[in-house]
């Protein structure tokens, strides 16, 4: 953009027409289709736009989600980090609850460990180490991602927009002392009617799961924040 006025004035637009694609459950096309010239920048303050009309709705962020940590996905997106999304407590889900998926457009599911911090973590030197000591407990989860880019045609810049595509989390019961595991090395199945779907491991996730908890403390202390 060419002048502040003319960013603040995208920042703006894009982040309505992303809050009105959420409400009415009817996808977008890309934004970066509409606004070639769009940067990562410019859509974490898309992001941070929408996450701040959802405080004022009376919202409260919970936590944070970190996508792009497989290398494969990285390389698909031409970056060299991850991203991250804010997550709020409109978006927990009671495992012991059905989940009613028409209240989305294109959802898809995800299995991730997930780590409940028992005290606060800031950057810039945040290390494996200093996540573990920091971690309340760990538990597996279902992330629940979804799209409000039609037919997920997205790039960076979308995804990071869209607040890292994130819709609904369902922690699991089972809660673990992270000390007490191999994280590194966990084996994960998604079964569905008995029938194993999808597959995995831990070490996919930038080699350890807590660098992915470390990225991100290590990223927002730039902006003055800890998790």
């Given amino acids: 953009m060419t002048s502040d006025a003319g960013a603040a004035d995208l920042i703006s637009q894009c982040a309505a027409v992303l809050y009105g694609a959420e409400s009415s459950r009817r996808p977008i096309q890309p934004l970066t ?3 070639p010239g769009l940067t990562v920048p ?3 303050r898309i992001q941070q736009a929408n996450v701040e009309r959802r405080l004022k709705r009376g919202e409260h962020v919970v936590g944070h989600k970190i996508g792009l940590t497989a290398r494969a996905m990285q390389e698909m997106f031409g970056v060299n980090e991850p991203d991250y999304g804010h997550l709020l407590d409109t978006m927990l889900h009671d495992a012991r609850m059905p989940l009613d998926l028409s209240t989305l457009i294109d959802p898809q599911i995800e299995i991730e460990p997930a780590f409940v911090l028992g005290s606060r973590l800031q950057g810039p030197d945040v290390g494996i180490a200093d996540v573990l000591a920091a971690t309340e407990y760990v538990c597996v989860c279902f992330e629940v991602i979804d799209s409000r880019i039609i037919d997920w045609r997205v790039r960076l810049q979308d995804t990071v927009a869209d ?9 699991g019961a089972f809660k673990a002392d992270p000390n007490t595991l191999d994280l590194d090395n966990l084996e994960t199945e998604l079964e569905l009617d008995g029938v194993v779907r999808e597959t995995g491991n831990t070490s996919a ?13 290590n990223r927002i202390s730039e902006f003055g924040l800890t998790l």
């Fill in 33 to 35: 289709s509409r606004f």
């Fill in 42 to 44: 410019e859509a974490y």
């Fill in 163 to 171: 607040n890292g595509s994130s819709a609904r989390v369902v922690l």
């Fill in 205 to 217: 996730i930038l080699g350890h799961p807590a660098n992915g908890i470390a990225w991100l403390a």
